[in-house]
């Protein structure tokens, strides 16, 4: 009888355990940030220049909640949308990215991609994610290009191996990315360089935090980098201290904003989960919004 009941008392406090990680799946958070960057005078008088950071949706079909949350981000009236990747978890979630950025994909914006985006998902063993063990794609295509077309249409940048220039509210933005350096999709020496000096603001995008592309970019002279895919850890000690980072960033700097070497870097919680890993623990979905201002004189 003892046996028997220590047995139910841990099937009641694995399934509260799982119906908090299930729970906190929808409990999106916006996490503010402000970096004094540009040089004096360079807003005119305006107000900060604001980055809304998007990575890791991961959504599939009919995710109501996470769609008008996403939608609603517009409100914050973003100079520039920056999406790091992993939009897809479902062969059929294109159609809910789309509605999910919705007015978003009016203002100007840039991409990167993440593998997440190209192959489907699969079944996972928990216990590999929790020993940070790499785990190989499925190689099952998913409808990206589809995606691709559309952010394009719309106006934003595809900055996969590109390096680019455009204005955004006045301020002159230099800008280069590389392709998901995860699955070691990388090619950085397609983008090696230091940003155009005449650049106000200049941003290096990848979807997921490798120090082999961060020290790059820090290298060449670019004041911030912005990256995803850690989703802060998704399964993380109280206070969000995360036990692995699915790459090889420290714990410490697997979300959140932080010093890396002389560069800013920015890394996403993410606003998703794979479709057959949803579960957060101390870890809640998240979005971005970086407050760029004037150094002081």
Not at 11 to 40: D, I, M, W
Not at 59 to 65: D, E, G, L, N
Not at 69 to 75: G, H, K, S
Not at 173 to 188: E, N, S, T
Request: proline letters at 6%; glycine letters at 10%; aromatic letters at 8%.
């Amino acid at each position: 009888m003892k046996l028997r009941h220590i047995a139910l008392g841990l099937a009641a406090l694995g399934a509260a355990t799982a119906g908090h990680g299930f729970a906190e799946l929808s409990r999106f958070e916006l996490r503010e940030y402000q970096l004094p960057l540009l040089e004096p005078g360079t807003l005119g008088g305006r107000g900060p220049f604001r980055i809304l950071h998007i990575s890791d949706l991961h959504m599939i079909p009919r995710q109501r909640k996470k769609i008008e949350w996403v939608r609603a981000l517009d409100r914050l009236d973003p100079d520039l949308v920056i999406n790091t990747g992993d939009n897809l978890s479902d062969l059929r979630g294109v159609p809910a990215v789309l509605e999910a950025l919705g007015p978003l994909l009016d203002r100007p914006g840039a991409f990167v991609f993440g593998t997440n985006d190209y192959w489907a998902p699969r079944p996972v063993n928990p216990l590999k994610y929790l020993t940070d063990t790499k785990r190989a794609p499925s190689y099952v295509d998913l409808p990206w290009q589809g995606m691709r077309a559309a952010f394009i249409e719309h106006g934003w940048h595809d900055a996969t191996h590109k390096r680019l220039e455009f204005k955004a509210s006045g301020l002159r933005l230099a800008l280069a990315g590389v392709d998901d350096p995860h699955h070691d999709l990388d090619r950085y020496d397609e983008v090696a360089g230091a940003p155009n000096e005449a650049a106000d603001l200049s941003i290096g995008l990848a979807h997921a935090p490798y120090r082999r592309v961060l020290s790059a970019f820090e290298a060449d002279g670019y004041d911030l980098a912005l990256a995803g895919h850690t989703h802060g850890g998704q399964i993380c000690l109280p206070g969000g201290r995360a036990l692995v980072t699915n790459s090889d960033i420290d714990r410490q700097r697997a979300s959140g904003l932080h010093r890396y070497g002389k560069m800013w870097m920015e890394v996403s919680n993410g606003l998703g989960t794979s479709k057959y890993a949803p579960l957060r623990f101390f870890c809640r979905p998240s979005a971005s919004l970086i407050e760029v201002t004037e150094r002081s004189s």
